[in-house]
């Protein structure tokens, strides 16, 4: 079945940088568009970032655009953020999920990996 | 401040019917954007529950089901049972280029 997996998450001082992974199996990654989206300590879903399925378009929300760098490596059957210039607001559980939908009307998450925490903290 | 807006918390008895709301915009909802549902238990991963505004993803039980109209929706859960007490959030797109969630609901079975 479809398993998504998560890595990459620690703790990092304000201002640092991390890099999360999310391997994909059990699905033609390449077909797939991604999704991040986070959740803060006691807050609710936010999405972050959304690449196309050939990486050929990237979006990002007003929170993270210009921090964070969204990827997708196909031979390996992986998605990336690359995260920047942190602070304590960025702290939270972030998830990985396929992409389903042919356009904005659309988009949906389909299935989600179990996350990894990011903790911003000096 | 999410730009969907819901209700912060249900409950209902077992057995019984409770209905969430999702509240948009004309910038979302109200412009055709399609509504999504998701269940979520803290510490795993989040479920699609509905896609497409009405549509129920394989092996979701009848129980669940999703409406919209103008710049609204509505997912309802029929016999409510222990296992559906989590929370639930609806996503949506808007015109901006973007995925929008709401704040979430947490659903209490009595």
């Known amino acids: 079945q479809v398993q998504l997996v998560e890595s990459g998450g620690g703790e990092v001082q304000p201002g640092g940088s991390l890099r999360l992974s999310c391997a994909a199996s059990?699905?033609?990654?390449?077909?797939?568009?991604m999704h991040w989206v986070r959740q803060a300590p006691d807050k609710g879903l936010e999405w972050v970032a959304i690449i196309w399925y050939d990486g050929s378009e990237k979006y990002y929300a007003d929170s993270v655009r210009g921090r964070f760098t969204i990827s997708k490596d196909n031979s390996k059957k992986t998605l990336y953020l690359e995260m920047n210039s942190l602070s304590a607001e960025d702290t939270a559980i972030y998830y990985c999920a396929t992409a389903r939908g042919n356009s904005w009307s659309r988009f949906y998450m389909d299935v989600w990996g179990k996350g990894t925490t990011v903790t911003v903290s000096s | 401040q999410s730009v969907l807006t819901q209700p912060p918390s249900v409950s209902g008895a077992p057995g019984q019917r409770v209905t969430i709301s999702c509240t948009g915009s004309?910038?979302?909802?109200?412009?055709?954007?399609?509504v999504h549902w998701y269940q979520h238990l803290p510490g795993t991963a989040p479920k699609l529950l509905i896609y497409g505004n009405t549509n129920r993803p394989s092996g979701v039980p009848d129980r669940f089901s999703g409406s919209k109209s103008g710049s609204s929706a509505s997912l309802a859960i029929t016999g409510l049972q222990a296992e559906d007490e989590a929370d639930y959030y609806c996503?949506?797109?808007?015109?901006?280029?973007?995925?929008?969630f709401g704040g979430g609901t947490k659903l209490t079975v009595l």
């Open positions: 059990g699905l033609t990654f390449r077909n797939y568009g």
């Open positions: 996503q949506s797109c808007d015109s901006s280029l973007r995925v929008v």
């Open positions: 004309s910038s979302n909802i109200g412009a055709g954007y399609d």
